[in-house]
């Protein structure tokens, strides 16, 4: 026994499947925004959002880390073990602001807070030194 359809039902059937091929090619780049969203980032990735850059391969992220991209192991590191990979022993974690704080870097070891102080990393004392700011 076959089954007849006719004109009409060719015809809603057709209209049912472009829209839900539109459907579906419309819910494709949210799906893959979600996917990117979600995926777990590779091990040594600076945590938090990333506030600003210093230096070449340098970044500040929000939670108060400076990271460094270190190319010959393909991976991110924080400054003080960045510098023990070269054999120096630093102690420049913590900042001695909020990262939040911080407007400007430049490199590892200068910054200047939003409140315009001065901050110097003095690698003889193996510390931040505060040196406020500028006179008027």
Known sequence: MAIRFGRRS??????????GLAAALAAAPWAAAQSKSTAAKPAGTPAGNILLAWGVGGVLS????????????????????????????????PLPVAARDVQFM?????????????????LDQNRWRSLGSPPR
Request: glycine share 10%; with cysteine; net charge neutral.
């Open 10 to 19: 060719h015809v809603a059937l057709g209209l049912f499947v472009c829209l």
């Open 62 to 93: 929000a939670d108060g880390n400076l990271w460094q991209y270190r190319p010959e192991k393909s991976k991110w590191v924080t400054i003080d073990e960045s510098f023990r990979m070269d054999g120096e022993q630093r102690k420049v974690l």
């Open 106 to 122: 430049q490199g590892f070891g200068f910054l200047v807070t939003r409140n315009g102080t001065a901050w110097l990393y003095d």
